[in-house]
């Protein structure tokens, strides 16, 4: 699989403001600064095609990247949401109030959406937030795919423990992620383009 292409298409701090789907949507979702955005710029490769920041709260708007890519002989389009974090307790009460709507009525409104990349911390494992939010996205039928990302902040001895630990936590498969080494690239792509239906299309053409 390679990216040919990525690029901006639209932000929106409300939902109306967004363009329709025309492709298939891929949302990313997790706590402030969890590493949503990182995460979006390392599986394109782009090192700055997403902003990110130290600061927890970067992401305030949701924020849609094409991406045009080709696995074997065809080509297709994928487009990857960067929602805004959750559970930042440093913002205003009206703002946080705003973005459970905001980030459940993405997530319940739009057709094109295939699937959720819900992004853990390894540090922290799951969280509460984390556990209503894949319950949401199970309640409404979109699949969650978890991450748990940082992996490269612990000593390599420790990778497997946490894992498996967080594995028994959340009943799902969770793939490992850096976004300073790569690791968990290659197999989270693959995630992507099967909940998005472009590694069977490209299969059976
Ligand atoms: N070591 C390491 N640092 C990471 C990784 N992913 C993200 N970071 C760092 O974590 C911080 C937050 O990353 P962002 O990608 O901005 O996080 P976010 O979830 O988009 O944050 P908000 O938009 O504020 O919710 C930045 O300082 C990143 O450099 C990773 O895999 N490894
Ligand atoms: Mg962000």
């Not at 130290?54 to 990857?80: K, Q």
């Not at 799902?172 to 069977?200: C, F, M, N």
Request: hydrophobic share 40%; aromatic share 6%.
């Amino acid at each position: 699989m390679d990216v040919l292409d990525a690029e901006f298409i639209a932000g929106a701090t409300s939902l109306e403001h967004l363009p329709p789907p025309i492709f298939a949507e891929v949302a990313f979702a997790g706590r402030s600064n969890v590493g949503k955005s990182s995460l979006i710029n390392s599986l394109l490769q782009r090192k700055k095609l997403v902003r990110t920041s130290s600061a927890p709260g970067c992401t305030r708007a949701i924020n849609i990247f094409r991406v045009r890519l080709r696995t074997d002989d065809t080509e297709a389009h994928l487009d990857l949401v960067d929602l805004p974090g959750y559970g930042y307790a440093q913002r205003s009460k009206a703002e946080r109030k705003s973005w459970g709507p905001l980030i459940e009525g993405f997530l319940e409104q739009r057709p094109g959406l295939r699937g959720a990349v819900v992004i853990v911390d390894i540090r922290r494992g799951v969280e509460p937030d984390d556990v209503q939010l894949v319950q949401f996205l199970e309640s409404i039928d979109v699949a969650p795919i978890l991450v748990a990302t940082k992996i490269d902040k612990l000593p390599a001895s420790k990778r497997k423990p946490a894992l498996a630990a967080l594995r028994r936590q959340v009943d799902h498969p969770v793939t490992s992620y850096s976004a300073v080494s790569g690791e968990g690239r290659d197999l989270l792509w693959k995630q992507l383009l099967r909940v998005s239906s472009i590694e069977e299309a490209a299969a059976t053409s």
